[in-house]
């Protein structure tokens, strides 16, 4: 059975940061595709990063040079660090996975497997 766990999230005032983290257990294959999602009050969810066992990896235009996604093979955990918060990244983080190419990466039907989430509140 697959399980994707965040954690990590939290309050912090604009300027701060947060790193979540994933954990994965169950995939069926050793190579595998996963992303960070987020969905503000409102609003639909949104890709905000992407990142495969092979190393490539891509982001939402809003959080390139803030946001750094990454992939631990050996942990199946994957990470998003993410610096110069701004109060609207507010929004319920989700890590998702499947074991095909999503394309395009940031459409969250392309993705199989999801976790609960966790919320980030960054306030003014």
């Known amino acids: 059975r697959v399980r994707l766990v965040e954690s990590g999230g939290g309050s912090v005032q604009a300027g701060g940061s947060l790193r979540l983290s994933c954990e994965v257990s169950?995939?069926?294959?050793?190579?595998?595709?996963m992303g960070w999602f987020r969905r503000a009050l409102g609003k639909e969810r949104e890709g905000v990063a992407a990142?495969?066992?092979?190393?490539?990896?891509k982001y939402l235009d809003s959080v390139k040079g803030r946001f750094t996604i990454s992939l631990d093979n050996a942990k199946d955990t994957l990470y998003l660090q993410m610096n110069s918060l701004k109060p609207e990244d507010t929004a319920l983080y989700f890590c998702?996975?499947?074991?095909?190419?999503?394309?395009?990466?940031?459409?969250?039907?392309?993705?199989?497997?999801w976790g609960h989430g966790t919320q980030v509140t960054v306030s003014a």
């Open positions: 990142a495969n066992t092979d190393g490539a990896t």
């Open positions: 998702a996975a499947d074991i095909r190419v999503p394309n395009p990466w940031h459409v969250e039907n392309e993705y199989f497997w």
């Open positions: 169950g995939l069926p294959y050793s190579k595998y595709y």
